[in-house]
């Protein structure tokens, strides 16, 4: 087994700013491996909330971990090894996905089928993030103008305030009249308890589907509070980790987001899967700042998911990969084995 890492940075068409702050280019670590003359890959994004804040990082890690012998594991072992270790998930992400690509490379089927998952059928949300509403307007028809999307997601939790919140969202409803286009929302823990009640039932009133982490990662026994007479379904994000996660707020969500940055991978996202289905949640899948190979990752088991958004390498310029494309809305790789997507020559040669 060869396993190169390719440090590649990742150019934004538009920064994303959200309740924490704003997110513009980064640079990611695209893991190659080569076994038995098949070429598998694997991302990994940075990010200081997941525990490792640049490339040159999980290189380091990724190499210690590597160095330690691989080969005579199965995939869910290493991962276990990779967890106990305290490995950040962000960084061991791109092993894992690249341990799976492989498998079905040498299956000669597609990730999809390898998993037991239906082929994507979910059509994705596409994200708009925190702005004022003179740059929502000229955003709204640069995201959706000639697209199939059928979502949008619409970022709010303004460290500004609630009013900063609703005359953005107001835009977005004046700017997407002539867009036939669904409204999800996310805080990313930009409320409290009063703030998320009275948003909720605000943004209810105008047909917005569900809410996404309306209080801070750490605050979940909040969630009670909101749960009961909810006007909206509410889903949890930075929440939900691990699928050991899940119990502790099962009972006050109607449904979780995995994030294969956040999770560590395929690996701990089946685990998730299984948790939630459970607990009789439902289940969703996003992304972070990543290109198609990640993507393709995760569209892989978006067969399985009830809600999907799978479109961080739409607002890259260029996006270094290949192998996923939107169709009729959804985020969708090839049947080729494997997860269908690579990174391009011109980005390792």
Request: contains cysteine; aromatic residues 8%; hydrophobic residues 35%.
């Amino acid at each position: 087994m060869k396993i190169t890492l390719h440090k590649v940075k990742l150019k934004k068409r538009f920064p994303l700013a959200i309740s924490r702050g704003i997110r513009y280019d980064s640079e990611n670590i695209f893991l190659r491996l080569e076994k038995d003359g098949y070429t598998a890959w694997g991302e990994a994004a940075p990010g200081s909330t997941e525990g490792v804040e640049t490339a040159e990082e999980v290189r380091q890690i990724l190499e210690k971990f590597i160095s330690q012998g691989i080969e005579e594991e199965s995939i869910y072992s290493l991962y276990d090894r990779a967890k106990a270790q305290k490995i950040p998930p962000c960084a061991y992400v791109a092993l894992d996905t690249a341990l799976w690509d492989y498998t079905a490379k040498k299956a000669g089927l597609p990730l999809y089928q390898v998993l037991g998952f239906s082929k994507p059928h979910t059509p994705t949300s596409v994200t708009i993030g925190i702005n004022p509403p003179e740059v929502v307007k000229e955003r709204v028809p640069l995201l959706l103008d000639g697209t199939t999307v059928k979502s949008l997601k619409i970022k709010l939790g303004s460290p500004e305030g609630l009013d900063v919140d609703k005359a953005m969202f107001e835009q977005v409803v004046e700017s997407t009249q002539n867009y036939k286009v669904k409204l999800r929302v996310d805080a990313n823990g930009g409320w409290d308890v009063p703030q998320a009640k009275y948003m909720m039932k605000w943004l209810a009133d105008r047909k917005v589907d569900y809410i996404e982490q309306p209080l801070k990662e750490g605050q979940e026994s909040e969630l009670k509070h909101l749960y009961k007479n909810r006007p909206l379904p509410i889903y949890v994000d930075e929440s939900c980790r691990f699928a050991e996660n899940i119990p502790n707020f099962a009972s006050h969500v109607d449904g979780v987001n995995m994030k294969l940055m956040k999770c560590g991978g395929i690996t701990e996202a089946l685990r998730i899967i299984a948790t939630a289905r459970a607990h009789g949640l439902k289940t969703m899948i996003g992304c972070m700042s990543e290109s198609s190979v990640a993507i393709a990752a995760a569209a892989a088991i978006s067969g399985g998911i009830d809600h999907v958004d799978l479109d961080s390498h739409y607002n890259l310029d260029p996006d270094p990969a290949e192998g996923v494309s939107l169709l009729d809305g959804v985020t969708i790789s090839s049947d080729k084995p494997g997860h269908g997507a690579q990174l391009k020559k011109d980005f390792y040669a």
